[in-house]
């Protein structure tokens, strides 16, 4: 199983962008159950939880987004996805995705860069 993220880019504060993250080789079977999430990295600093989705609708966020970001995912695609409205500069992260047990090898992400 290989996780892919894509959708990442450079923008300006407040705009926004369509995080997409792919369980290339994950049988549907095994995707179904698992709660997923995506996560943020930044130099120096330890990955962190930024969005999390349970079952087909039930959501988490953090603090930091709650209100600005939106997780959703498509089963019948093995894809989670990640809305992002209002970015700001301190989302500028590396963006992954993984299950919330995180047992699947990290993807290499995709880079979001938000200017002020």
């Known amino acids: 199983v290989r996780l892919v993220e894509s959708g990442g880019g450079l923008v300006q504060a407040g705009a926004s962008l369509r995080l997409s993250c792919v369980a290339s080789?994950?049988?549907?079977?095994?995707?179904?159950?698992?709660?997923w999430g995506w996560y943020r990295q930044t130099p120096g600093k330890q990955r962190e939880l930024v969005a999390s989705?349970?079952?087909?609708?039930?959501?988490n966020y953090a603090d930091s987004v709650q209100g600005r970001f939106t997780i959703s995912r498509d089963n019948a695609r093995k894809r989670i996805y990640l809305q992002m409205d209002n970015l700001k500069p301190e989302d500028t992260a590396v963006y992954y995705c993984?299950?919330?047990?995180?047992?699947?090898?990290w993807g290499q992400g995709t880079q979001v860069t938000v200017s002020g």
């Open positions: 993984n299950t919330l047990k995180e047992y699947l090898p």
């Open positions: 080789g994950m049988i549907t079977s095994v995707f179904n159950p698992n709660d």
């Open positions: 989705v349970a079952g087909p609708r039930s959501t």
